[in-house]
Every structure is written in structure tokens, then in C-alpha cells.
């Protein structure tokens, strides 16, 4: 489904790309595509990686800074990730980005992860106000680096998430 929604995006742009034309496509009914994907927005927006970082943050040193924490566990999430195909995310990334309508709902994404990150971190006994900061700060990096990535940047996926959690703490792996 995500393929001829990107191929319909592609050729008529997000906005004027209907539910009922990507289900066509696809030999769905509408009712099918809500059953899956809840919106058009959620084809480009739905992030189901908030489990698996907080899990990373979880394993990370209680003793550490929380914003340490957290930039670490987003690393390790993301390393254990079987992603082989950058170019689906490079769509969907660059597509969120140029389509101001979609704007509300990526932040909202990103709030959620945020929020998961924070959670995480109280649970193990930071701050809650270090926690949000910290949550907010890896967040703001790794969004717009990946934003940055997808419409100029044109190296692997993992360089530009490395790339933008360096920023907040290099490492020498």
C-alpha cells in the first residue's frame, strides 16, 4: 500500500491524493485502508519505534545525564534496527516535510516520542523537568537532521541519524 501511495504522491502531490485513490490502487476498499492505517497522514507520520527506545533508554546508566541517556538510547534503538531500504524512509520523510498540511501531525508524533522518552527516564529517576528538556533537546536533533537528510542530504539513513545524535554527544564508534 505505501508503494502506490508514494507513486500517487509522487505524481499528483500529497494534498490532492485521495484515500480512495490509494486503496484502488491497491485493490482495497476505503474501509480496508482505515482498518490498517487509521488516516492518509498516519501513511507518512506513524512512528512505531517509542517501545524500542525506551527500552534502549532503559538499559542505559541511571547515573548518566538524562540528555546522555537518551541520546544513547535512540542510538541503540536505532542500531538494532533491520532497516535495509533508506529509500522508503527518504520518501516518507521528504513528503512530511514539504507538506505544511502535515505539519500538526508529525509534530504530534514527535511529542509522543518525546513524551515516551521522558516517561522513561522518571521511571529511572531523573528530573522530570531534565527529563522533558533532555527528551525535547535529542528529538529536535534527530528530527531535523533526518528532515535535512531527506531532501538535500542523499548519504545512508544511519550516517544522518549518527550525524545529528554527534551533534549532542560525539562518540568514537
Known amino acids: 500500500m505505501l508503494a502506490a501511495a508514494f507513486d500517487l504522491f509522487g505524481r499528483q502531490g500529497y494534498e490532492q491524493t485521495t484515500v480512495a485513490q490509494i486503496a484502488k490502487a491497491v485493490g ?11 488516516s492518509k497522514d498516519q501513511l507518512l507520520v506513524d512512528d512505531p519505534y517509542d517501545p524500542l527506545i525506551a527500552k534502549a533508554i532503559s538499559e542505559q546508566p541511571t547515573g548518566l545525564p538524562p540528555l546522555a541517556r537518551a541520546v544513547r538510547g535512540i542510538r541503540m534503538a536505532w542500531r538494532r534496527l533491520p532497516i535495509g531500504d533508506d529509500e522508503p524512509v527518504r ?17 504530534a508524533s514527535t511529542a509522543a516520542t518525546e513524551g515516551a522518552i521522558a516517561e522513561q527516564l522518571v521511571a529511572d529517576g531523573a528530573d522530570a523537568i531534565e527529563a522533558a528538556i533532555a527528551a525535547a533537546a535529542a528529538m529536535a536533533a534527530l528530527m531535523t537532521g533526518l528532515m535535512r537528510w531527506a531532501v538535500a542530504d542523499g548519504g545512508p539513513l544511519g ?13 568514537d564508534d
Open 91 to 107: 520518501e516518507r520523510v521528504a513528503i512530511a516535510s514539504a507538506t505544511p498540511s502535515l505539519l500538526p501531525a508529525l509534530r
Open 28 to 38: 482495497v476498499t476505503e474501509m480496508t485502508f482505515y482498518r490498517h492505517f487509521g
Open 159 to 171: 550516517a544522518a541519524i549518527e550525524r545529528s545524535l554527534n551533534v549532542l554527544e560525539p562518540t
